[in-house]
């Protein structure tokens, strides 16, 4: 690619991406409402909040692929939510609409089926189940690319990432987790594949445990490398096994079902 964007460039997985996708572009261009750290050889930095439609089209403009990572990414008020999440999705792909369609890898999140329960093996045709407004701002980020793509052709990966840390942090996390190393090559992975469409892909990788048939990843020929079976006998010595009642236990979204409707 010439010019790989990268929204969400100051969060954590922004910061992971900038540090290891360099090779993806002869330009990446980062962005972020938040601070970011001065441009490095082929870095441009272009602050901008997605809530902005003048400011997400010159942000797009002269992209060739776009590696979405901004917006809110926990349980928030709705208001903040709306402005990363509903107008800035919109204004992202109509903005993507209007300069040359760039590829579109979205970072969408298992709490778009998080009511689920972890006894249930679910794939990407079952109906979501979002377990809170987050959830229901990602799956209406889901329904945008997909009207995207039918009406226009406009290719998007929904990624619907787990847990993306170091390792993981917890027991949920032995089924959730995508490691960095495979979060980087699923990135690779979805602009280098010559054929897209608007696949739904979990975002995790290769664990003994977990509730989510992985077969579509084979769409775009990805396979994850890592498996957080290594670290189960870390996890389970640091902490008891919580209840087998608590949400952490039942439910695929785990404590963001018990997230109130935040007001402030
Ligand atoms: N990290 C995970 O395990 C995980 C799991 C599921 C989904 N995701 C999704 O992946 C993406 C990246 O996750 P992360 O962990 O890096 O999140 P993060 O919160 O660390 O980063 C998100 C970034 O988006 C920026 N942002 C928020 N509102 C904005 C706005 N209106 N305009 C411009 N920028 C705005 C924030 O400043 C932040 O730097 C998010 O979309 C998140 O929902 C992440």
């Not at 509903?86 to 970072?107: C, D, K, Q, S």
């Not at 608590?246 to 018990?258: D, L």
Request: glycine share 10%; with cysteine.
């Amino acid at each position: 690619m010439k010019r790989l964007l990268i929204t969400g460039a100051a969060g954590n997985l922004g910061k992971l991406a900038r540090a290891r996708l360099g090779h993806m572009a002869e330009v990446i261009r980062l962005s972020d409402i938040a601070d970011m750290d001065p441009a490095g050889e082929n870095e441009e930095v272009i602050p901008c909040n997605l809530g902005d439609e003048a400011a997400v089209h010159d942000l797009v403009k002269g992209c060739d692929g776009i590696l979405h990572l901004g917006g809110v990414s926990v349980e928030r008020p709705w208001d903040m939510i709306q402005r990363g999440n509903i107008t800035g999705v919109y204004n992202l792909y109509e903005a993507a609409r209007a300069h040359g369609m760039p590829r579109i890898f979205f970072a969408t999140s298992n709490h778009t089926i998080g009511y689920y329960r972890q006894d249930e093996m679910i794939d990407t045709r079952d109906p979501m189940k979002p377990d809170g407004l987050y959830g229901v701002s990602k799956c209406f980020g889901e329904a945008m690319a997909s009207m995207y793509h039918s009406k226009f052709g406009q290719e998007t990966a929904l990624i619907r990432i787990g847990s993306c840390f170091e390792k993981p942090r917890d027991r949920r996390m032995l089924a959730t987790w995508l490691s960095p190393d495979d979060f980087i090559s699923l990135v690779e992975c979805v602009f280098r594949v010559p054929m897209l469409g608007c696949p739904v892909i979990w975002g995790v990788s290769d664990n003994d445990e977990g509730w989510w048939d992985r077969s579509s990843a084979k769409l775009i020929g990805w396979r994850a490398r890592d498996n957080s079976e290594a670290y189960r006998a870390e996890i389970e010595a640091a902490a008891p096994c919580p209840p087998p009642d608590a949400p952490q236990s039942v439910y695929q979204g785990g404590m963001f079902t018990e997230e109130p409707i935040h007001k402030t």
